[in-house]
């Protein structure tokens, strides 16, 4: 299972630039500006072979009583709960202020590893320098800098070092099983949804969020077919039970979603599609992983109901047009054997075997039919295509001038290939290598 690192501090001391540092990623917004990330923002991390979750934080206010700063506190205690490791950040050249000794107390009460971290330490080598931020009480400061990359590998060796990991990852045994993961919010139905397929109540169902607190994994055999289904977590196990409503750990759902062949993205038709729905399948798409959603509770809402959701599904997971949608009802076994029939043909397409010939002689009628616009001098000319991966399926073309292709030409290509394999419910990576001049420096 991969550790979760969370960033922890007051405002403006560096934690989003940190967060793009460990995840190589821009997907942090990052100025000279306080409080300008609010919501927890959840990213992975790779360093050696150990992989790891970041989750950054808005600045931190533990004494919050009112408004958007309590909100903010609500969202990086959740945060410090489901973390493994708490890097709690400070200010090099501000020094020590009253609101780090309170982010401070509250993590001692706590009892987690944390690890003091002085950001915009630049050329502050000697420990002197950072002598002051020992009266906070967490132990050795370690001075970084999180715009430059100073000091973050290190860092992270300490967090794992805290953690005792092997860097020798365990190799998943194959059993031929179809691994699918059921996501959503607390109480939509995951458990119940699972204990119906099964015929038995395997899996404690109850209307209450936050009931399932582990990602639980239960084999299943269908037509000879064998499964493996994941009910995600609603809470970590070690976390916090906060009385928000919301008691939805994102983390164990990201681990089930990143090791599952096919998600059930699961939608509760009372409430239609949320925030926290979008958030969820933004992370499915992202992870390459196949989907087919799922609107339960469908028996429980009226016409006009119903017309709302649908709106909302249009509008709100536009991105996932390539899923199949399904509206059922688990408690009442509604709609359920089409579901099976969706799920087998996203792993289907997900898995599929796409051969070179195949591929370059549908590469080479699309562009026979529309050929990619011309840009400046460049005319990009495309000349084969073959398969790079799978699960999701990753189509490598090759040519010149490839990288002034258009986006809107790639999903040309995209809905051909789609077409042409009768591709449903799995994404579509395709990815463009030119072909360098060897004479070029000659």
């Known amino acids: 299972m991969k550790p979760v690192l969370a960033l922890v501090g007051r405002p403006n001391v560096g934690k989003s630039t940190l967060f793009n540092r460990l995840t190589k990623t821009r997907d942090a917004i990052v100025a000279d500006f306080a409080g300008l990330t609010r919501d927890r923002h959840y990213g992975n991390g790779k ?35 489901e973390a493994d490791v708490v890097i709690f950040m400070v200010d090099a050249r501000d020094g020590v202020c009253a609101q780090d000794h309170d982010i401070a107390k509250y993590l001692r009460k706590l009892g987690k ?23 906070l009480g967490l132990g050795e400061v370690h001075g970084v800098s999180a715009a430059h ?61 936050g009931t399932t607190r582990d990602a639980i994994s239960v084999p299943f055999e269908r037509d000879g077919q064998k499964f493996e289904l994941i009910d995600t977590a609603g809470l970590r196990r070690r976390g916090q039970v906060f009385e928000a409503i919301e008691k939805f750990s994102v983390v164990k759902t990201l681990q089930a979603i990143a090791d599952a ?14 925030d926290q729905d979008a958030h969820i399948a933004g992370y499915i798409l992202e992870s390459g992983r196949a989907v087919v959603i799922a609107i339960n509770k469908w ?22 047009k390539f899923a199949e949608l399904h509206f059922i009802s688990a408690k009442k076994r509604q709609g359920l054997g089409p579901l099976w029939t969706s799920l087998a043909k996203a792993h289907r397409s997900a898995m599929i075997k796409m051969t070179t010939p195949v591929l370059t002689r549908l590469l080479l009628e699309a562009v026979q039919y529309q050929s990619p616009e011309r840009a400046g001098l460049f005319r990009p000319k495309m000349r084969y295509a073959h398969q790079g991966g799978m699960n999701p399926p990753v189509i490598v073309i ?13 999903r040309f290509l995209e809905g051909r290939y789609r077409q042409a394999f009768k591709l449903v419910g799995t994404p579509l990576r395709i990815e463009f290598k030119t072909t360098e001049n060897p004479y070029k420096d000659k």
């Open 47 to 81: 360093q050696g072979k150990l992989e790891y979750i970041v989750i950054d934080t808005g600045g931190f206010e533990p004494t919050a009583e009112t408004g958007i700063y309590k909100e903010m506190a609500k969202q990086t205690r959740q945060a410090v709960a």
């Open 113 to 135: 590893t944390c690890i003091l971290v002085a950001n915009k330490a630049e050329g502050m080598t000697n420990s002197h320098q950072l002598g002051e931020f020992f009266e």
């Open 149 to 209: 990359g100073q000091g973050t590998r290190e860092l992270v060796d300490l967090a794992f070092a805290s953690l005792h990991l092997s860097e020798e990852e365990e190799e998943p045994v194959e059993t031929g099983a179809i691994k699918i993961a059921v996501a959503g919010r607390p109480n939509v139905g995951k458990s119940t949804l699972i204990n119906t397929w099964l015929g038995e109540e395997r899996l404690v169902a109850f209307d209450q969020a």
């Open 261 to 274: 062949n096919v998600v059930l993205l699961l939608i509760d038709a009372e409430q239609g599609v949320t």
């Open 299 to 320: 028996d429980a809402v009226d016409a006009y109901q119903r017309q709302l959701v649908q709106r909302s599904i249009e509008t709100r997971l536009a991105f996932l």
């Open 398 to 410: 090759h040519g010149n001038s490839l990288e002034h292709v258009s986006n809107a030409y790639k």
